[in-house]
């Protein structure tokens, strides 16, 4: 068994590899063919869903040099493959947990309008967004108000309930939904054969049943598992 993670080893890299969201990854396919790309973006959703993994597809399909015709990321060009390395300068994410104050988002107001480096956007992901102080929130709203052509937004979070309406209002709003157990469980087979893990169906329904709809968790768990 390798040592990497497995939800890391077996995040998606298209669009069609998200597991259970494909009312999300249906209209924002969709969205990239028609060339109707927003600003702004809201992924909202229990943890472990795919929100950060389908922002990260997103920033690789609006930048991507070699799409397929459905607009998927071809995971293979040099934008695709810094954004899979984690090394691309024009990918920012920023984690509200940890980076929630105003000075943070100032320090985002004062480069957003720089040209990207390398790619045709510059995309900033922050994740869990609902974390933000007010005075950041209200600091990222002017930016929303007025964003640079070059610049697309994406941010996550798990309790919508905390975003203020002015930001609500500025964002394509995503609801990503608890995975079904047949969908989850069907994941956890295709790892398994990969993996070369023999386990029981029966087993592997226990998993994602114990995992309630976070694909992330039923990754961990069936690794813990196997260790």
């Known amino acids: 068994m390798t040592s990497q993670v497995f939800y890391r080893k077996w995040r998606p890299s298209t669009f069609a590899e998200v597991v259970g969201q494909e009312p999300v990854t249906r209209t924002l396919r969709n969205a990239l063919i028609e060339e109707r790309l927003a600003h702004a973006y809201l992924f909202c959703g229990p943890r472990g869903t795919g929100k950060t993994s389908t922002a990260r597809i997103l920033a690789k399909a609006v930048n991507c040099l070699g799409p397929t015709v459905d607009r998927e990321p071809c995971n293979t060009c040099s934008t695709c493959q810094a954004i899979s390395e984690g090394r691309a300068l024009d990918l920012i994410e920023i984690d509200a947990a940890s980076n929630r104050g105003i000075d943070e988002i100032r320090d985002l107001r004062e480069k957003v309008n720089y040209a990207p480096n390398e ?3 510059k995309v900033y992901i922050i994740d869990e967004v609902h974390m933000l102080t007010e005075p950041a929130f209200n600091a990222l709203l002017k930016t929303l108000e007025e964003p640079p052509r070059h610049t697309i937004f994406i941010l996550a979070t798990t309790e919508v309930h905390k975003i203020p309406a002015t930001i609500l209002s500025r964002c394509q709003r995503f609801d990503f939904r608890r995975l ?3 969908a989850a469980t ?34 961990n768990l069936l690794q813990q598992l196997h260790s």
């Open 186 to 219: 069907d994941r956890l087979r295709h790892i398994c054969a990969e993996e070369g893990i023999e386990a029981e169906v029966e087993a592997l329904n226990l998993i994602a049943r114990s995992a309630t709809g976070s694909l992330r968790d039923a990754e």
């Open 180 to 182: 079904p157990l047949g």
């Open 119 to 121: 790619m045709r956007y």
